[in-house]
């Protein structure tokens, strides 16, 4: 199962709202997994189509709750082989519940639809919660936190978009919008905020995995970032050790290490006994100990030396 079904399983556990959240979310399904249809003599229809049987059941229930009717659910199945079932839920003459529900207004005897989010239905905060909650379950999803983190909404329209995006907001979220053939797509890509929307609208249990997946897949990052540091930094000493004892040996079989003097020649004999050692571990060898810089500046005299002798002896 996905992570957006597993999401929205738990969104349809939620019981106990007031009237008026559970016609905030009816509305918000409504509004982005709905369609109205008109046929002579028979008024509005309306039907809302999902594939997740759990939401079928939950609008289901929600229109026997807040307007004492049963929907007609007509099941589609996909021809495709391991597709999912679409799940129709259909109500016939259902002029008064989308005026109630404030999807479309008859006030002045034609119908006009609202393009933004109806005013009244998201006000109180209980209410704005419900209806995210809703516009998720209607035409939300929810990336895997182990392949990236993004959360979006499908909506049918620019203006609609903008006005769930304002109301997103309200709680210090930013979403962003694009625009996808047909559709306009409301999105956030950080995991802070993602896991502050999973808490408004409720998704409680699903935030803890989200959580611990985000800190396990940190925890990693963390380690491979450490390894790669201690692999450069390795690397790093393996080709300074190696350069320094190549510019020994030259000077060794060209002139001698008394050509270096005391106090460089001890540095050499040292780093020739100890080819694997950093220049700290050489340092706290040395009689009396050297520190990392004044090693590191012994065998740069060192590097120079070589390089002048080079040069003087023609040697590439």
């Known amino acids: 199962m996905s992570f957006s079904s597993t ?17 905030a979310e009816l509305s918000a399904l409504i509004k982005v997994s709905g369609s109205i249809g008109y046929a002579r003599g028979k008024g509005l229809s309306l039907t809302l189509t999902t594939e997740n049987p759990a939401i079928a059941r939950r609008i289901f229930s929600g229109f026997k709750r807040i307007f004492g009717l049963s929907a007609e659910i007509l099941i589609k199945q996909n021809p495709t082989l391991k597709k999912h079932n679409t799940y129709l839920i259909v109500v016939q003459g259902a002029e008064e519940i989308l005026i109630a529900l404030k999807i479309i207004d008859h006030s002045d005897g034609t119908y006009k639809f609202e393009d933004g989010i109806p005013e009244g239905i998201a006000t109180k905060e209980c209410c704005v919660r419900a209806y995210l909650r809703g516009v998720f379950l209607g035409g939300g999803s929810l990336s895997d936190p182990e392949k990236g983190y993004h959360l979006e909404f499908v909506t049918n329209d620019e203006t609609y978009a903008e006005a769930l995006s304002r109301l997103m907001e309200r709680y ?3 979403p962003k919008i694009i625009q996808r053939k047909n559709h306009w797509i409301v999105y956030i890509k950080e995991g802070d905020q993602i896991v ?9 249990t699903i935030l803890l995995e989200f959580e611990n997946i985000r800190i396990v897949k940190q925890m990693r990052n963390d380690v491979n970032r450490l390894v790669n540091c201690e692999t450069a930094n390795l690397n790093k ?8 004892i190549e510019d020994i040996e030259f000077i060794m079989e060209r002139v001698g290490l008394d050509y270096l003097g005391a106090n460089l020649r001890e540095a050499a004999e040292m780093r020739l006994e100890n080819r694997e050692a950093t220049l700290k571990e050489i340092g706290e060898m040395m009689d009396p100990p050297v520190g990392k810089s004044g090693i590191n500046h012994r065998f740069r005299k060192i590097e120079k030396i070589a390089a002048d002798l080079r040069v003087k002896l023609n040697v590439t």
């Open 7 to 23: 999401t929205k399983n738990e969104l349809c556990q939620i019981r106990g709202e007031d009237r008026c959240c559970q016609i």
């Open 172 to 174: 210090d979220l930013a």
């Open 196 to 204: 502050d929307f999973l808490n408004i609208i409720g998704a409680h």
């Open 237 to 244: 000493t393996v080709d300074a050790s190696y350069r320094q």
